[in-house]
Every structure is written in structure tokens, then in C-alpha cells.
């Protein structure tokens, strides 16, 4: 168990509807990731929140968009979804933003759009 | 240059043999390389980290070796075990700490 909490474990939803990831980092840590896998695309960054700042962007598509409150957790907002989106979505954790720190995977939320 | 290939693919090997997982890279602002464990439907698990400054460095059964020249790197798992059959990640960072993964390599120890 690496400490990083996520919910739901699952989630099947209909093309053009929004939905909420959500990620708790492990204690003490200030950084979260978010990266998406798939067959096709292996897993890519998605985007980087420290200690509620926006610090690094990925290939992440404009329908998606995500935040970092007080109390640390991110939340992956994802809406106007396409199939495509399907996927497996993945939190991580660091102690910090900067440099580089061990990251931590949560369990992942399975995004199955129909 | 922001890629990381890794190979084999697939790699079937008997218990107690030792399969090698290759990665090559091309940004010189990699400064961080670590091998993830991940099981089906379960999250990446970080295994074992290696910085630029080290040819080698050793955990348990785990062994990266580091080529900076070459910008290589590898994965060794001593006295494989069938416990150990899983899809092993390389990845790669700079000073962002934004991961940048291989595509994977799905290792299956026979017993």
C-alpha cells in the first residue's frame, strides 16, 4: 500500500458527461500527479499540482482540468468525455515539486466511458 | 528527445534466471530514472531509482546499471521468481519531477 488514496475504483459513464477523480496523498506530501495509461498511449503526465499551485502541465486535453485544495487532495475534473477517454487514471505523490522526489501511485480509478 | 524506448516488449524467462529490461534516452536534462512494478489492476510501484551520478546501484534481487555516455540504462531481477511476473516501467525526469515512462515490458517468470 503506497498511501495514496483514490476514488472511485471504477467509474463507467456515457460519452458527453463530466466526472470528478479524486486523489489523497500520502501524509506529509505536497506534490500530486496526474497521469493517464492506455494501451495505445502507455502512461502519460497529465499535470502536476505542489502545495496548490499548477507546476507542471502535460499532455493534458482541454476538457480535462484539475486543482489542489487546502488540505492537499486533487480532484481530476474530466467532462465533454469521448470514448477515447477511457482509460486508467493514476495519482501520484512526492514530498516535493521540485527536483526529483520518489513518486507514489495510488491504485488508479478506471474510467470506462460508453 | 522527450521519449523513453524501452525493450523487449514481452520477455519470458525460467524461475531463477535473470531477465534484463533495457531503456534508452535522449534529453542530457535527465537527471532521475526509476523502474516501476505494476501488477493488473494495480498502480506502478516504485522498485528501485538510480541518479546520473552512479553506475549501479543494488536492492534485494534489483539491479540498475547506468551507462550516462550511452544514455542507457537497465534493469537486472536476480533468481527471478514467478511472483515476480509483472509489466516493469522505466521513466525518466528532470527538474519538473514529470515522469516520462517507457512502454512498458510484461516479464513472466515460468516456474
Known amino acids: 500500500d503506497s498511501g495514496v488514496t483514490q476514488t472511485p475504483k471504477h467509474l463507467i459513464t456515457a460519452t458527453g458527461q463530466r466526472v470528478t477523480l479524486r486523489c489523497s496523498p500520502r501524509?506529509?506530501?505536497?506534490?500530486v500527479y496526474w497521469y493517464q495509461q492506455s494501451l495505445d498511449q502507455g502512461l502519460q503526465f497529465l499535470i502536476q499540482?505542489?502545495?496548490?499551485?499548477?507546476?507542471a502541465k502535460g499532455n493534458i486535453l482541454e476538457r480535462f482540468s484539475a486543482q489542489q485544495f487546502p488540505d492537499l487532495h486533487s480532484e481530476l475534473n474530466l467532462s465533454s468525455l469521448e470514448l477515447g477517454d477511457s482509460a486508467l487514471y493514476f495519482c501520484?505523490?512526492?514530498?516535493?515539486?521540485?527536483?526529483?522526489?520518489?513518486?507514489?501511485f495510488g491504485p488508479g480509478t478506471r474510467l470506462t466511458v460508453t | 528527445q522527450q521519449q523513453v524506448k524501452q525493450s523487449p516488449q514481452s520477455l519470458i524467462v525460467q524461475k531463477g534466471g535473470i531477465p534484463i529490461i533495457n531503456c534508452a534516452y535522449e534529453n542530457t536534462a535527465f537527471d532521475y530514472f526509476p523502474w516501476y512494478q505494476q501488477f493488473p489492476g494495480k498502480g506502478p510501484a516504485l522498485l528501485i531509482a538510480?541518479?546520473?551520478?552512479?553506475s549501479e546501484k543494488k536492492e534485494g534481487r534489483f539491479t540498475i546499471s547506468f551507462n550516462k555516455s550511452a544514455k542507457q540504462f537497465s534493469l537486472h531481477i536476480m533468481d527471478s521468481q514467478p511472483g515476480d511476473s509483472a509489466t516493469y516501467f522505466c521513466a525518466a525526469a528532470g527538474n519538473t519531477g514529470k515522469l516520462i515512462f517507457g512502454q512498458g515490458t510484461t516479464l513472466q517468470v515460468k516456474p
Open positions: 501524509s506529509g506530501d505536497l506534490s
Open positions: 501520484a505523490s512526492s514530498v516535493s515539486g521540485a527536483g526529483t522526489f520518489e513518486q507514489y
Open positions: 499540482y505542489y502545495n496548490g499551485e499548477e507546476r
Open positions: 538510480i541518479r546520473p551520478d552512479v
